[in-house]
């Protein structure tokens, strides 16, 4: 029956399903080369002949299909004689040379050859691996063929080079991999087009990344940062902080190399329940850890450059009260976590017992920035021995030497393992790593990685099959590589494409089909 589902629900009883694409309130699948779809059809985006929606999956009369793109209110998907569009027909998204809507399957493309598609919510695009083309809204110069207008047919993206692996189309930018590197169109005010884009919109394909030496990236809630050959490098829109070289509010801005680095990461501060400061969750926090020590930026309202509340920091700033150079870095939300001095030590936000483990509920009025929070590192209350930590969003873990597991903080999404008590809690088990982060723990036992927390709640434990050689997870999405491979598995909430792709987020981990 309709209504919303807190836990995975299966769709149907027949199993096969290859492909999934979820709408703004629709999602359609594949299953032996048959298309289905399910949820709202108030624009047609089922593919059905009708308007009634289904709760249930309805079949679509197209063969041999091998993939589909659920848009907000429209979908294509690539068949046996080319790509099919259908739904809400506005600014010509369905690329069939009109803007009226249809309610059943209309031929865009003709050819055989399709592998890729995309849809946004006001435009679509495919690619063949040598050409792409797009078509719908292009007000940003988002459809890639010079102009900023609508297009009702497909038009080809004029400067993208051949060998093209993936193709994404967000609100009003398109972005594609080509021939291992990446390319951006459309919409770039807010740095969207990637880190050597510039900050204005582009109507043809254009670099995003001018290097192909990356080793590490990092995302907050506005910018990214990533190391190019040793080197921090920061980009997106830092307004309320993000981009440690001064120039804070420059819309778009890309730093120049900032400095050294062996290891970094981004956070952003939890607003919590009842706090009423509408900048507050623009705020950001960074830190990267190098031979002469650790160094953060961003804001300090909770403590988590370790300067006793600073405000904003614009610029770098060391950490100070380390005695041994740091080595482990996790920045979470609103807290900072190193191993250093024999041990782990934490600072930051205490809002919800991530550094303390009292149990506060996130209390606005209790632990508002500056009234409960830690400003200078410190070893986690109640844990002995501590030698690597995690910081998530709203909880800490930490592992001793020993191998014991110890969570405290927020338990909403049984982030800190079942059962009651307490703070710190152990977590029953002989732990060797630690990994997760956001919403999620995750710990190796000698039968590999298990998680617990976002979207499987706290119990049972799952552990994560394929075999993990590293697991990471920001906010409700977690990530990890295949033992052997190096294939990247995802799972969790993939409502902004987090997985790099058009498809379903879930609690069991999905191939996303990229190789780190």
């Not at 338990?411 to 079942?418: K, R």
Request: hydrophobic share 35%; glycine share 22%; aromatic share 6%.
């Amino acid at each position: 029956a309709p209504g919303s589902r807190a836990r995975p629900t299966r769709v149907g009883a027949d199993a096969g399903w290859t492909a999934v694409s979820v709408g703004g309130a629709h999602a359609c699948g594949v299953r032996a080369g048959q298309l289905a779809c399910w949820g709202d059809n108030g624009a047609g985006q089922l593919g059905v002949g009708d308007l009634a929606g289904r709760d249930a999956p309805a079949a679509v009369a197209l063969t041999g299909v091998r993939a589909v793109a659920a848009g907000e209110r429209h979908t294509c998907a690539i068949a046996t004689d080319g790509v099919h569009c259908w739904g809400d027909g506005a600014e010509g998204k369905l690329g069939l040379g009109d803007a009226d809507d249809r309610d059943a399957p209309g031929l865009a493309l003709v050819g055989a050859a399709f592998v890729g598609v995309a849809a946004g919510p006001h435009h679509s695009c495919v690619h063949d691996g040598a050409q792409a083309h797009c078509w719908g809204r292009g007000n940003s110069g988002q459809l890639g063929d010079g102009a900023r207008a609508a297009r009702t047919a497909p038009v080809m993206v004029d400067a993208l080079p051949a060998g093209i692996t993936a193709l994404a189309a967000g609100f009003s930018s398109t972005c594609a991999v080509a021939s291992g590197g990446l390319w951006c169109w459309g919409q770039g005010g807010g740095g969207q087009l990637g880190p050597d884009a510039g900050s204005g919109d582009v109507a043809v394909a254009t670099v995003g990344a001018t290097t192909t030496t990356w080793t590490a990236v990092a995302a907050g809630g506005h910018v990214g940062c990533g190391l190019d050959a040793g080197q921090v490098r920061c980009w997106g829109n830092p307004t309320g902080g993000g981009i440690p070289d001064g120039r804070w509010n420059q819309l778009g801005h890309a730093s120049a190399p900032l400095g050294p680095a062996s290891a970094i990461d981004l956070g952003y501060l939890d607003r919590g329940a009842g706090n009423n400061d509408s900048n507050w969750m623009n705020l950001e926090l960074g830190c990267w850890l190098s031979s002469g020590g650790l160094t953060c930026w961003g804001d300090d309202s909770q403590g988590g450059l370790g300067q006793g509340r600073a405000a904003l920091a614009e610029s770098p700033r060391r950490v100070p009260g380390l005695v041994a150079a740091p080595s482990g870095l996790v920045v979470g939300g609103g807290q900072v976590c190193v191993g250093a001095d024999g041990g782990v030590r934490c600072w930051g936000s205490d809002r919800w017992g991530e550094l303390t483990g009292t149990e506060r509920g996130g209390s606005a009025t209790a632990c508002r920035p500056g009234a409960c929070d830690g400003t200078t590192p410190a070893a986690p209350t109640g844990v002995d021995g501590a030698v690597a930590a995690l910081a998530g969003d709203r909880h800490t873990c930490a592992r001793t030497a020993a191998g014991a597991l110890w969570c405290w903080g927020n338990n909403d999404v049984g982030q800190l393992g079942a059962g009651a008590g307490t703070l710190p809690r152990q977590i029953t088990g002989d732990w060797l790593e630690l990994g997760g982060g956001g919403d999620y723990t995750c710990g190796r036992q000698a039968g590999g990685w298990e998680c617990w927390g976002g979207l499987g709640g706290a119990a049972p434990r799952v552990v994560i099959s394929p075999a993990m050689t590293v697991v990471r997870a920001r906010g409700p999405t977690a990530c990890g590589l295949a033992e052997g491979t190096g294939r990247i598995w995802c799972w969790g909430d993939n409502n902004q494409r987090q997985f790099g792709d058009n498809g379903a987020g879930g609690a069991s981990p999905r191939d996303t089909g990229r190789v780190a």
